[in-house]
């Protein structure tokens, strides 16, 4: 069964879909440059990064990071990641979509390590979301597309 805590079954076979996810926003966008060019036309600023061939927590927080200019010195953790996705103040006012495509890449690999990644987004977005705190002026929205 796609979309459940692989931890709660032994199965290593087991898959963990991202994009059927219910806790992280699914806009609908097949793709990434689709979801990008939707996010733009409202007003967003988006920032994408491909996930094909990341593999482990590692490479994507390093891809997030990227992708989001986050400062010098920030390390790559979960605790940092969140601290950064429910700060963005380097970043303008507005809403800040983070366009994570192939993320079934690291689903696959490290469903562990997926589940964590996207634990934090999910917390970061609520905790910018319009009913979430005030967030200085930023809002923060998670898309997963497939490619």
């Known amino acids: 069964m796609t979309g ?15 994009v059927s996810d219910p806790v992280v926003k699914q806009e609908s966008a097949p793709d990434g440059v689709t979801a ?3 996010a733009r036309a409202r007003g967003a600023y988006a ?3 491909d996930g094909t061939g990341l593999r482990d927590s590692a490479s994507v927080l390093d891809a997030i990071a990227t992708t989001l200019s986050f400062p010098d010195g ?4 979960l605790d940092a990641l969140r601290d950064c996705l429910t700060d963005l103040s380097w970043l303008p006012a507005g809403e800040h979509v983070l366009i994570w495509s192939a ?3 690291l689903a696959n690999a490290d469903p562990k390590a997926y589940l964590a990644i996207r634990s934090v987004l999910s917390d970061a977005q609520r905790a910018l979301a319009p009913a979430g705190r005030p967030g ?6 998670v ?4 490619r």
Do not use: C, K, M
């Open 4 to 18: 459940t805590d692989p931890s709660s079954n032994n199965d290593p076979d087991r898959q963990v879909s991202p």
């Open 36 to 38: 990008a060019a939707e």
């Open 47 to 49: 920032h994408q990064f």
């Open 74 to 77: 920030v390390e790559r953790s």
């Open 103 to 105: 993320a079934s890449d």
């Open 136 to 141: 200085y002026g930023r809002r923060f929205t």
């Open 143 to 146: 898309v997963l597309t497939e």
